[in-house]
């Protein structure tokens, strides 16, 4: 069985730390460098709370209108 060895970090001060990186060497991993977060890179997140706002704004009283609102953003 193979065994995958590659390694993902996003430029987080523990994932630069030199331990990481020699552990990485020592195993022979490849690394697949990934931009670090930022809001324009995650839409979704605008929407989830634009979704939130607006369902707290229309004030359900039950599941089903809740469900509904979020059905109609």
Known sequence: M???KTAMRDGA???RSKVVSEYLWTNQ???LDWPR???N???TENLWSYMKNYAA???QSCD???VTAI???
């Open 57 to 59: 704004e229309k004030q």
């Open 64 to 66: 089903k209108e809740f």
């Open 13 to 15: 001060p523990c994932h």
């Open 71 to 73: 059905k109609k953003i």
């Open 37 to 39: 977060n930022s809001p």
């Open 41 to 43: 890179r995650k839409p």
């Open 2 to 4: 193979a065994v995958n």
């Open 29 to 31: 991993m490849k690394v």
